[in-house]
């Protein structure tokens, strides 16, 4: 069984994430702090029924295959230079989006570029986007069939292939090619508007469906 870690899996993506993911996967949170990640564990187990564990970020990246950066917005280039070396050759998942809240509507917060293209370039391993539009909160509803689309971005097709099949272990989530990475700024970008539109039109938690 490959062995996922859900890096900053101390906050609600995280959770809600290492809950799904856990039915399919062996699970490791990670945290900045082992005594938090062992918390957040011991949550994730009671959630998911299933044993899940938890340790300091660079132990948890570096015992499993995969990495789903739950990470805040932007985090500093240190917080990835510091992984680099335990997450060297292995598939990451960046959910990450760069976005800020102003005057009551969420915006992308980045200048150019995109958070999923940082994490590749910081990292030099096989980086794909992905869970960008996915609500925390329906997560962690863990009895809940999501019935949403999730666009992945990577720089190839044997990249996607490799999220795709960890987007799709969770019911009934479907994931679709985004192409290469410089189309995450555009991927990353849905999730502001997507907020706006839930806040405008009182929608909680939105996500997407293709059609
Ligand atoms: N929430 C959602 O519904 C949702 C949906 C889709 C995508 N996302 C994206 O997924 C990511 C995680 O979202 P979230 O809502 O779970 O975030 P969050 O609760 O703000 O943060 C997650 C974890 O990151 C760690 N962290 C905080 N500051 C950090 C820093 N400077 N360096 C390294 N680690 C740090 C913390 O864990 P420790 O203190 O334990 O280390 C925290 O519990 C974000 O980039 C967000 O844009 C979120």
Excluded: C, Q, W
Aim: net charge neutral; proline share 5%.
């Amino acid at each position: 069984m490959k062995r996922i870690a859900v890096i900053g899996g101390t906050g609600d993506l995280g959770l809600g994430l290492a809950a799904r993911l856990a039915r399919s996967y062996e699970v490791t949170i990670g945290s900045r702090d082992a005594s938090r990640a062992a918390e957040a564990a011991s949550k994730v187990s009671d959630l998911s029924g299933i044993r899940v564990i938890g340790e300091e970020n660079g132990a948890a990246a570096r015992s499993s295959d995969v990495s789903v950066l739950a990470i805040p917005n932007l985090p500093s280039d240190d917080v990835l230079i510091s992984l680099k070396p335990d997450l060297a050759g292995k598939l990451v998942l960046s959910p990450i989006v760069p976005m800020e809240f102003r005057d009551g509507l969420f915006s992308p917060s980045l200048e150019s570029g995109s958070a999923a293209e940082r994490v590749a370039s910081l990292l030099g391993t096989r980086v794909a986007g992905a869970f960008h539009t996915v609500p925390a909160a329906r997560l962690l509803e863990v009895g809940r069939e999501l019935d949403y689309d999730v666009l992945v971005t990577a720089e190839t097709r044997e990249v996607y292939a490799e999220a795709a099949e960890i987007v799709s272990s969770i019911a009934s989530l479907r994931p679709l090619y985004a192409g290469p990475l410089r189309n995450s700024r555009m991927v990353e970008g849905i999730t502001p508007s997507l907020l706006n539109v839930g806040k405008l039109n009182k929608i909680k938690s939105p996500s997407i469906k293709v059609v």
